[in-house]
């Protein structure tokens, strides 16, 4: 069983910055692509960032240059490194990953998520 837990939410005002973690734990033998999604009231789930395994990164038009996203690969883990933020970007972030496990079966895992919210 694989589980993914995040951290880092919170409050934060306009301009402020906040960091997300995501750590995987469980029968994991391998871990391919890393995400960040989030959902706002009332919006789809989007994609926010995305890092493969050998670190290649792709973010939404909405983040790039705000937002950072980089993983460390020993500790099963994924960050979001969230800068200038704006009232927009508030939504519940979740983490996505492509885990393996030892009997081969890859598969879509998701977290529970974490809430940011960006108000005065």
């Known amino acids: 069983q694989v589980q993914l837990v995040e951290t880092g939410g919170g409050l934060v005002q306009p301009g402020g910055s906040l960091r997300l973690s995501c750590a995987a734990s469980?029968?994991?033998?391998?871990?391919?692509?890393m995400r960040w999604y989030r959902q706002a009231p009332g919006k789809q789930r989007e994609l926010v960032a995305a890092?493969?395994?050998?670190?290649?990164?792709n973010y939404a038009d909405s983040v790039k240059g705000r937002f950072t996203i980089s993983r460390d690969n020993a500790k099963n883990t994924v960050y979001l490194q969230m800068n200038s933020l704006k009232p927009e970007d508030t939504a519940v972030y979740y983490c996505?990953?492509?885990?393996?496990?030892?009997?081969?079966?890859?598969?879509?895992?998701w977290g529970q998520g974490t809430q940011v919210t960006v108000s005065s």
């Open positions: 996505n990953a492509d885990v393996r496990d030892y009997q081969g079966y890859l598969a879509g895992r």
């Open positions: 469980g029968s994991i033998f391998s871990i391919a692509t």
């Open positions: 890092i493969s395994s050998g670190g290649v990164t």
